[in-house]
């Protein structure tokens, strides 16, 4: 079967022959449908601190069962899923919280960036006959900001600044107003995404500038009582407190992998508390197949291109310059 490798350490990225994976006892393999081009995949194959091993890698993807492992029940051939590319062992202190990413035990299924691939069958999500492949490919950025909404303690009637306009802020967007924000604003360096942001669910759209924490405020109707940070660059950390209010929360769902300098004086004198967070755990999973389709908006808006596996090493070398792309599926 055809696959992306990359090399490692800020080397190449190929599309090469590998063998067709054949499943195990309790695994199935899937042929894979489509794979979402992550920020982290770009930003994790440029050879920085944290950096892809050598090897497969493509963590957003969907696909059809078209090989069942011994004793696996539940399951049939044809059948459409949505992938959990992070193994959990259920019993390290990473499983103990609930977010599969910080297991440090059980192997990544981050392979989808391929033909087919191979996962255990609790690591598989079955998808309702209303969700499309496409769907299925978003599930996993959308765990992503459902996890991080749900773990802010955002409560009911929250006012809520969104910082950034690509996919963890526009799904951030999204799970905000689908759990109860009252005023949600978001704000990013240009405009070319304010229609996906208001579409998602934002009440308004402020670009970054002298005057954004005022017309911020001004939107809200107060200052936020929780600031998502989903830009990852430096310097977004100290914005995201100039816009917190006092006892107000910062959440950082961006993943900056570089330093990012800030005052903690401002932020202590909002009494501010700041949180970090990464990953997910499978009940985000299962959630949003559930609910998808019964939401406020279509969360395939993002969708911005489609491309083929052959292309994806051009594709990447697109996407780290500028661009107008939202969400990239390669089609496998």
């Known amino acids: 079967m055809k696959a992306a490798i990359y090399a490692g350490k800020g080397g190449p990225i190929t599309i090469e022959d590998v063998p067709d994976p054949v499943p195990g006892a309790g695994e199935v393999v899937i042929k894979v449908q489509r794979c979402g081009v992550c920020g982290t995949d770009l930003s994790m194959t440029r050879g920085d601190l944290f950096d892809f091993p050598p090897g497969q890698f493509g963590h957003e993807f969907a696909g059809e069962i078209v090989a069942l492992g011994k004793g696996v029940d539940g399951l049939r051939l044809g059948q459409k899923i949505s ?10 202190i990473g499983c103990a919280g609930h977010n599969h990413v910080m297991c440090r035990e059980a192997p990544s299924y981050a392979a989808g960036f391929a033909e087919y691939a191979r996962l255990p ?4 999500v079955p998808l309702p006959d209303a969700l499309s492949l496409a769907d299925g490919a978003l599930i996993e950025p959308l765990a992503v900001s459902l996890y991080g909404v749900r773990q802010s303690g955002m409560k009911q009637g929250a006012r809520v600044v969104v910082l950034g306009g690509g996919t963890v802020a526009l799904y951030a967007i999204y799970w905000a107003r689908a759990l109860g924000a009252s005023r949600i604003v978001a704000l990013s360096r240009s405009d070319r995404r304010r229609d996906l942001c208001l579409a998602m669910g934002a009440d308004a759209f402020v670009s970054f500038g002298a005057d954004e924490v005022g017309e911020a405020t001004e939107a809200l109707g107060g200052p936020a009582d929780i600031v998502f940070e989903c830009v990852g660059a430096e310097g977004m950390m100290m914005k995201a407190i100039q816009h917190s209010s006092l006892y107000g929360k910062v959440v950082s769902l961006g993943f900056c992998t570089g330093p990012d300098p800030l005052i903690p004086a401002l932020a202590a004198y909002k009494c501010a508390t700041i949180q970090f967070l990464v990953g997910y755990g499978m009940d985000e999973f299962l959630t949003i197949a559930d ?12 969708i911005t291109r489609e491309v083929a596996l052959s292309a994806l090493p051009e594709t990447m070398a697109m996407l780290r310059g500028v661009n107008n792309e939202t969400k990239v599926h390669v089609l496998c």
């Open 291 to 302: 609910r998808m389709d019964r939401g406020h908006v279509d969360p395939k808006a993002i």
């Open 121 to 124: 069958v609790n690591l598989a």
């Open 83 to 92: 992938v959990n590319p992070s193994g959990a062992c259920g019993h390290c």
